[in-house]
């Protein structure tokens, strides 16, 4: 998605049944690719692929962590880490381009042609990113809500 800590990324697979097609409102998946980046941010902090979900679940990342570090913890607290370390990383990103003279809303827009040139052929033929440039801003609002960042995609804490 847009506002990956890493750069713009276009991952929308994955997420509840249908996937990967921009042919219907995405706003419903913010809170399930909120969940999903922190899960992910779990899995890195513990050098384990993101793909490597059904080999790692849940009971085993909580686990793992208090084999490794000797402290107890349930998944939520190893989620609400996850939560801090993204906007920590996000806050790095805000003030990377405010020294640029951008604004986090603006950085975290897909490229020009993924949001306005038609895919050409495929599955996905005649589609942009978003259904249109109303659901695209409902997507960024809900995501920023979701995060409990403010309207402009600024970290609140």
């Given amino acids: 998605y847009m506002t990956?800590?890493?750069g713009a990324s276009h991952m929308r697979a994955g997420y509840k049944e249908p996937t990967?097609?921009?042919n219907r409102t995405a706003v419903?998946?913010?809170?399930?690719?909120?969940?999903?980046?922190?899960s992910i941010v779990i899995r890195d902090s513990m050098i384990l692929c993101a793909f490597a979900k059904g080999?790692?679940?849940d009971d085993v990342m909580v686990q793992a962590w208090t084999a490794t570090t000797g402290e107890a913890c349930t998944w939520?607290?190893?989620m609400e880490r996850a939560r801090m370390q993204w906007d920590q990383a996000r806050q790095?990103?805000?003030?990377?381009?405010?020294?640029?003279g951008k604004s986090a809303a603006e950085e975290d827009l897909l490229s020009w042609r993924l949001r306005r040139e038609p895919i050409p052929s495929?599955?996905?033929?005649?589609?942009?990113s978003f259904v249109d440039d109303e659901d695209e801003a409902?997507?960024?609002?809900a995501y920023y809500q979701h995060r409990g960042w403010t309207s402009e995609g600024l970290p609140a804490n």
């Fill in 28 to 38: 419903d998946l913010m809170e399930e690719l909120v969940e999903s980046q922190h």
């Fill in 122 to 128: 495929g599955v996905a033929a005649g589609m942009v």
């Fill in 92 to 100: 790095w990103n805000v003030d990377h381009w405010a020294r640029q």
């Fill in 138 to 141: 409902a997507c960024m609002a």
């Fill in 20 to 22: 990967g097609l921009p």
């Fill in 76 to 78: 939520e607290d190893l």
């Fill in 55 to 57: 080999a790692t679940p």
């Fill in 4 to 6: 990956a800590n890493v």
